[in-house]
Structure formats: C-alpha cells, structure tokens
C-alpha cells in the first residue's frame, strides 16, 4: 500500500511539473478539493518554463515519457482513442515518438548470450554499437553467416528487467485505476478497462517472437505489393528477447532534403504510401499501426521499407466492408445509403431515425465536395464520421479508432514527401479495385461456398446421416407399404433431409 501511495505522489508531482493538473481538475465535481489534495502534494515542484506555446497532448506525452516505459506504452494507446481524451489530445501525443537513451553495448551482449547460451561470436559477427534506443528495445548492426555468405541484419535487444519493470509498474497502475473508479468523474473514462487493454498489448511487445510473427504475416500479405517492402525474419536468431532480421536500405523519410539531393522521387513515394496502406487495411485487414517517418525508408526507386511492427492493427471482414461501403457512398453522395448501411449492420439503434442520420453525414460529405482534392484528409473525414456516428450511440470498435489514427499519421508523411499529392485520387482506384472484387458476383458465391462448407462441417455424423437418407430413398421409390403412417412424417423430413444434402453437394462442388 505504501509503494502504491508513493506510485501516485510520484505521478501527480510529474504532472504539475508539465501543468497537466489542471486539465484533470477542470472534469473532476469536487475541483476545489482536488486542487487543495494535489497543491499540497507538489510542493517544492518547479513547472517548467515556456510550456504555454506546448498543446495539452504534447505536454501529456512528455510527462507519460518520464514517468517510464508502462507509460510510454500507456500514452501509445490513448494516443488511439480519440473517443476518449478527444480528437486534438490524441493528435498531438501521436507526434511524439518513443526515444530513450541506449544502454551499454556489453549488457546487450549479455542478453543475446544468455538467451542462446553461447558466445556472441557463434551468434553475429561484427556485432555493433546500439544505432537506436526506445523504451522497450534498442537495435544494432551486426552480420550472419547465410549458405556460408555474410548477411547483414539488425537486432533487436529488449532493455536489461525490462520485464520486471513494466510489470511492476502495470501493477501500481492497475491498482490506480481501481482507486480512480471510486470517484464518478473518473469511472466514465473507464481507466481499468483502458489499463487492461494497455496490459494485453505490452505483453505481445514484450516477446519478440510475436513481432516476428507479425513482420512474417505482413510480408506473406504484401508479398505482390512490390512498393512496399517488409525485411525478412531470422528466425533461427529469435527468441523471446532478441529479434533478428534482415537489415534493409533507403534514406529515412523524415530526410526530405536528402531524398531531393539524391533525386528520389517523393512524390511517388507519398503515393505508394497510401497505396500500401489502404491495400493492407482494407484489402487484407491487417496493417502496420505505426507508419511514422522514423519506421519508413525510401529507396533509390521511391519505394517503401518498413520495420518495426510491434504495433499493428486487425480488421475483420465486416468493418472492412464497413469502411470501403461508407467511403464509397461519400464518393457518390449516396448519403441515405451511408446511413442504411449503418443500421443493417446493427451499428446504430434502430431506433435512430435514418433520415436524422443521413442528414448528419451530409453536414460531414458536403463541404468536401468542391473543395481541391489535395485539401481532403480520410482521417479527418473518419474523426467527424466517428463523432457523429458517437451522437447516435453507435458504439465503436478500438481497432476502427487505431485505423483513425495511422490514416492520419499516413496522411501526415505522404503531405511531407509530397505536399501537392492528391490523396483521393490516390485513394479512389484502391477502394474500388477492392469494392468491385468484394462486392461482385464471383466473391459472394465464394462467400456462399465457404459458408456451406462450414454448415457441412457442423453436421454430426456425416456419413451415418448420408446411410439413413439413402435408405429413406429406397423407401420412397420402392413405395414399401409395410411402412407405418405414424412414420410418414419421418419419412418426409429425412427425404427432404437428403434432397438438401445433394443440392449443398452440388454447390460446394462447383
């Protein structure tokens, strides 16, 4: 309890130094109080000087920062719920990336010994210096034997206890948000759920086996999209801490003058960019959730290298052809479509008047209409979407708002590397490309084929059903009049059973 006690002191002192005590104290009922409580708590803290010209989420992000990596984590994922801390917090922490100075090159090496029991000469040759260092990890150079061929790679090294620390540190925060919920003001922010949801995604960033995974199942997925490029895993230099993979080239895309000194072509990168992204998103439902500049290389072509993946995003099947569907209706106009498409998937109550609803999307779609092209944002366009689709109790799912916030990040590196890219033009032959093949005829009878494959596979007894219907034919068409009329109805169903069963046979062979 005291450990926990001195946690918060910790917490609110960090917080009045970058004067973020005030925005709480402007939700809570009892604000009065909460002032008196966190004043006599903070005293002694020096606020830091000229934080008037920083906004409210880079001053958060700068307090999550030096509280530590669970809050570094902590503000990643509300940096993804607009819905939450609001459109312009959210905005504003995603700008602020995750750099920590690196730790010693020797306690690396002890590491990556430890974890493969051998020295690291049997391991890497020409094992570097750290070239980079977050919260979680830091990456070095280093080179590999492949077919007897020296192969250079990058590997990643997770920080010495880092594990301890982040789950001691998800404790005193688990322990917090209980403490919060006490208090109604905090209870409607829902910090335990927010706390939980941070535990479950640390603990994949924690084992370097599922960004692996995830780096593995990106290329499969990507493996035609020939702009955009994932660096191929190691896998025989992964374990639970280390993650080894191959090490790629390209000029980092924050590097705009260098890339016009080398005359690279950034305008078809921007391009490619989103491309990629819509293709990843909305064609396979599995995306890169962190495309800053710091994780895109561009090569000599304009093509695009990606690394990092401990952060991605899934969407299913429905909320793909959610977003492809209401984007296109914004394309054409069809605003009361938009708004039947919403209450068909059970998205708003159907209660709401569609009328009402449809009315709502056309304040959103209208004053894009005759503006440039080039002016037009998707992620601006889904924030506004999002808050009105909020009005009318429409619940949403995380990974829709995680979608929100990469699609402005998106947005945000392709206007640098191209600040005259129209991006709806860019957007408009990818959608419906996957609109044309999702909705057309050949992909429905797949979609019916698959789902009469998967009633087959639910019936019980196959074989001992398909043995009955034969012998109830037998009965029908050799008329048996010794069969009994109480069985008639028996009869009839199995029949019936077996005339269904043939025709599913024929379609699922088709």
Known sequence: ???????????????????????????????????????????????????????????????????????????????????????????????????????PKSAAVKIIEKEFGKDINEIFENFSEPIAAASIAQVHFADIYINKKLTPVAVKVLRPNIIEIINNEME??????????????????????????????????????????????????????????????????????????ERIGGIPADKIDLLKRKNINTESAASNLIKNFLRQSIRDGYFHADLHQGNLFISDEGNLNAVDFGIMGRLDKKNRTYLAEIIYGFITQDYLQIAKIHQEAGLIDKNQSIEDFSQALRSIGEPIINQKAKNISMGNLLIQLFEITKQFNMSLQPQLLLLQKTMITVEGVARKLDPEIDFWSVSKPEIEKWLKDELGVMNRLKQTQESLQSIARRIP?????????????????????????????????IGSGAFLLVFLGLILLI
């Open 1 to 103: 309890m005291i450990k926990n006690l001195i946690f918060l002191i910790k917490i609110i002192r960090i917080f009045k130094k970058y004067d973020i005590l005030k925005l709480i104290a402007n939700t809570v009922k009892f604000k009065f109080l909460f002032i008196i409580f966190t004043e006599i708590i903070s005293i002694g803290v020096n606020r830091i000087k000229n934080l008037s010209s920083s906004s409210d989420g880079i001053r958060i992000a700068k307090a999550l920062n030096e509280l530590g990596p669970s809050f570094i984590k902590l503000g990643q994922l509300i940096s993804t719920r607009p819905d939450i801390i609001g459109n312009q917090i959210a905005e504003d922490m995603s700008l602020l990336r995750d750099n920590l100075p690196p730790f």
């Open 172 to 245: 005193r925060l688990s322990w917090l948000s209980r403490f919060m919920e006490l208090f109604e003001d905090f209870r409607r922010l829902r910090p335990r759920a927010i706390i939980e949801k941070a535990k479950e995604v640390i603990k994949f960033e924690l084992d370097f086996r599922y960004e692996a995974a995830a780096a593995s199942e990106l290329a499969e997925n990507t493996k035609a999209d020939l702009s955009f490029y994932v660096p191929k895993v190691y896998w025989d230099q992964v374990t639970k801490k280390i993650l080894t993979i």
């Open 461 to 493: 007894d196959l074989p001992d059903f398909i043995s009955r219907a034969d012998a109830a034919f037998d009965i029908i068409a050799n008329k048996k009049e010794n069969v009994k009329t109480s069985n008639n109805s028996k009869i009839y169903f």
